[in-house]
């Protein structure tokens, strides 16, 4: 069962333009989120991170907004640049449920030069 | 310096053998992880280590027994391998534990079990 889903496997963007990553989950528990990029042959970094008392939390190029009724969150990325090339990881979980981080499967992003 | 380091990158082992992959970070946190990626991608917990302690046991076969002799190690021992163990293994480390903190990934062991 996953409570965590990234129905996007890839998305392909030409350099300068906005990537929108897209995550929706379906434990209403779940009060954190989280998204990590991954390069090849690495592990997981974080990237920006949201608590559910907000609905938009910025920093730098990267802006990620949580819609808490429709259990979806996404991340936007403007500009993109080549750089940000990599596998993004939608993450989530719930402070009163353990220390479980739940992920979803990543959405490999492709930016165009 | 490394934060958060795993040995070795790559293994490659016959069904049926004993091994293990270590672990270590120099951040000074408190607590650790190991994580699975499977063949789908999703990276599903495993175990954490919080002060040596373990505060997160999932649902995984008793021949995976994680060891953390001290707070900067967590070690990951898994007996009798079988094909479907094949995956690549990410130890983690956060401040403590919590989900409003992030967690910081070694680079990952791919484990191939023929």
């Known amino acids: 069962d996953q409570q965590v889903k990234q129905n996007s496997p890839s998305l392909s963007v030409q350099e300068g333009r906005i990537s929108i990553l897209n995550c929706d989950y379906t434990n209403s528990m779940f009060d954190y989120f989280l998204w990590y990029k991954k390069y090849p042959a690495e592990g997981p970094t974080f990237l920006i991170s949201?608590?559910?008392?907000?609905d938009k939390n910025e920093d730098g190029r990267f802006t990620v907004f949580l819609n808490k009724s429709a259990k979806h969150l996404s991340l936007h990325i403007v500009p993109s640049q080549p750089g940000d090339s990599a596998v993004y990881f939608c993450a989530a979980s719930e402070s009163t449920g353990g220390f479980k981080t739940i992920f979803g499967a990543g959405t490999r992003l492709f930016v165009k030069a | 310096d490394t934060a958060v380091s795993q040995t070795p990158k790559y293994l490659v082992t016959q069904m049926g053998n004993d091994k293990s992959i270590k672990c270590e970070q120099n951040?000074?946190?408190?607590?650790m992880y190991w994580y699975k990626q499977d063949s789908k991608k999703f990276l599903k917990i495993m175990f954490s280590?919080?002060?040596?302690?373990?505060?997160i046991n999932e649902t995984v076969p008793n021949r995976f027994s994680p060891k953390s002799p001290d707070k900067a190690h967590l070690n990951l021992h898994i007996n009798s391998l079988e094909l479907g163990d094949s995956a690549v293994y990410f130890c983690?480390?956060?401040?403590?534990?919590?989900?409003?903190?992030?967690?910081?990934f070694g680079p990952g062991t791919r484990l191939t079990v023929t």
């Open positions: 949201i608590s559910s008392i907000k």
């Open positions: 280590y919080n002060n040596k302690e373990l505060i």
């Open positions: 983690a480390s956060s401040q403590i534990p919590g989900p409003a903190y992030e967690q910081y």
């Open positions: 951040l000074g946190h408190d607590t």
